[in-house]
């Protein structure tokens, strides 16, 4: 299908994407930005914001909508990644950072130690950044989530990505609709002052019904915050888009979000889980 007009987006440019992207290649680090082909790579990075991604560029699960790299990185992990990122965000002087991964099933703690040194790291040289996460399911193993949490991450977000219906079409079969509500739920069992973030995506062939009783579900699991955005085919492997919804229609999600109680709901065509965190989570937020 051909993409409609509220769709287009600028070509990156720019001083401070032109900085972003040395920088990146300098430390030898990866953006979920670059390794998923975020549609609003060129805005974030002029505004020199940027979601790093640990634990390397490869995953162990085949989610169909994701073009991140898939395999077996068979136990390897860089053990002075957080050390770099930790730098680069120094050097930036970010006030705020996203921390993501690829999903490590792989490693024993699902990759919870590399999350947390990273925290750490970043804590140790820039204090007063704020560090959200935006963790994988950790194989639903609840000691790789406080370990994470251990090191106060001040957002903690994981992704349902789409309705339950659609679940077992789109998602690795490692993953789970339930097992990722539980993941949330979890959050505020082991920490009620961390807030929790999750996201998901539409155009993959979900109704509208279906769309509402997903927000109901991540809102009886004590979500704060919540991003809605249209699904955008990656590559020619990954899942074609069934529809494109009208922006009137994400405008009416948002609506309902807050409705349901939703402390901010960031709800557009181009809108990831990632964009614009540090805008929708702050205190003064309009």
């Known amino acids: 299908m051909r993409k409609p007009d509220w769709l287009k987006i600028k070509l990156p440019k720019g001083k401070n994407y032109q900085k972003m992207k040395e920088l990146l290649a300098q430390y030898n680090l ?32 085949s989610c169909k909508f994701c073009a991140v790299k898939k395999g077996n990185p068979k136990g390897k992990v860089d053990n002075e990644e957080s050390e770099r990122i930790a730098r680069a965000v120094k050097e930036l002087g970010l006030n705020y950072v996203v921390i993501t991964s690829v999903t490590r099933d792989d490693l024993a703690d699902v990759g919870a130690e590399v999350f947390k040194n ?13 560090i959200e996460v935006l963790i994988p399911d950790f194989a639903g193993k609840i000691s790789s989530l406080a370990e994470v949490l251990s090191a106060q991450p001040y957002i903690t977000g994981h992704n349902l990505e789409t309705v339950e219906r659609l679940t077992p079409k789109i998602r690795d079969k490692r993953a789970g609709y339930q097992i990722s509500l539980e993941v949330l739920r979890s959050v505020k ?95 003064d937020y309009r």
């Open 189 to 283: 069992s082991l920490n009620k002052e961390i807030k929790t973030k999750s996201g998901f995506m539409v155009g993959l062939g979900e109704t509208e019904n279906e769309v509402l009783q997903t927000m109901k579900d991540l809102k009886k699991s004590k979500v704060d915050f919540l991003t809605i955005g249209q699904y955008l085919q990656p590559t020619g492997n990954n899942l074609p888009v069934s529809e494109y919804i009208r922006p009137e229609q994400f405008e009416t999600f948002q609506k309902y979000g807050l409705e349901l109680g939703f402390s901010r709901v960031l709800s557009s065509p181009l809108v990831r889980s990632s964009y614009s965190a540090e805008l929708l989570t702050a205190t």
């Open 118 to 130: 990273t925290i750490s790291s970043i804590r140790q040289i820039s204090p007063d950044t704020k």
């Open 30 to 61: 990866h953006t979920v930005c670059s390794e998923a082909r975020c549609p609003n790579l060129g805005e974030c990075w002029s505004r020199k914001t940027a979601t790093f991604m640990i634990l390397g560029d490869v995953c162990t699960r």
